[in-house]
């Protein structure tokens, strides 16, 4: 929803457009941003790969996540619908899912329509409109990314859990939400909140366990 109360629908159509705005009243005023093509054999599964996340920070600027494509991009428009930027998601573990994602795109029967979830969560925060970005993994190499509207990346994060001397990384994010200083990370059955006033380098690292949302303070880590 933008502050003028317009609200923004991510939804890839046959024509073309990747996203539609509508005013207070329900009315669709106009669509924009184009539909990539990708090379695949209908064009249900092309539409199914322009699916993601529409986000809009405090200026108003509008922000696009691919969550399916096998080249993961974010895509920045002004309110007025302009696109502006795009910039690559980059890192050891987005690749690790392109790679999944585009074998299975080789090896499916050419009829169905589906794909590998790249980007599993984004958010966006409101005081700075940095973008945060979550992707499945399995080891310390970040399954977090932060990244300027911009396009520069400024933070990797591997979420490390530790207590009482063991040490396990939390992975499957699901969804996220930034509210300074804190970055709170949803998975399956859990939800973790982590403070990233520490630094923007090494991992996060949260002390203790308990049951729901973790209230114990996080810091980084710079293993």
């Not at 093509?37 to 509008?62: H, K, M, P, Y």
């Not at 925060?125 to 990314?145: A, F, K, R």
């Amino acid at each position: 929803v933008l502050n003028d109360g317009r609200l923004v629908v991510a939804a890839p159509r046959m024509n073309g457009t990747l996203l539609h705005l509508f005013d207070p009243s329900g009315r669709e005023v106009m669509g924009f941003g184009e539909v990539r093509r990708f090379d695949v054999g209908n064009e249900a599964e092309n539409l199914f790969l322009n699916r993601g996340v529409v986000l809009v920070d405090g200026s108003g600027r509008i922000s696009y996540v691919f969550r399916y494509a096998p080249r993961p991009t974010v895509r920045v428009f002004t309110a007025r619908g302009q696109q502006v930027r795009e910039f690559p998601i980059r890192g050891a573990a987005v690749a690790l899912q392109v790679a999944a994602a585009r074998r299975f795109l080789r090896e499916k029967e050419p009829e169905v329509v589906g794909g590998m979830t790249i980007i599993t969560a984004a958010s966006v925060d409101p005081e700075t409109g940095h973008l945060w970005l979550g992707m499945n993994g399995s080891s310390e190499t970040g399954v977090i990314y932060e990244y300027t509207p911009e396009g520069e990346k400024v933070g990797e994060y591997a979420l490390v859990l530790r207590d009482k001397g063991s040490r396990r990384i939390v992975t499957g994010v699901q969804a996220l939400m930034v509210r300074r200083p804190f970055l709170y990370v949803f998975t399956g059955s859990r939800a973790y909140r982590f403070d990233v006033r520490e630094g923007r380098t090494g991992s996060l690292a949260v002390v203790g366990g308990g049951v729901g949302v973790d209230e114990n303070r996080c810091v980084v880590s710079e293993n």
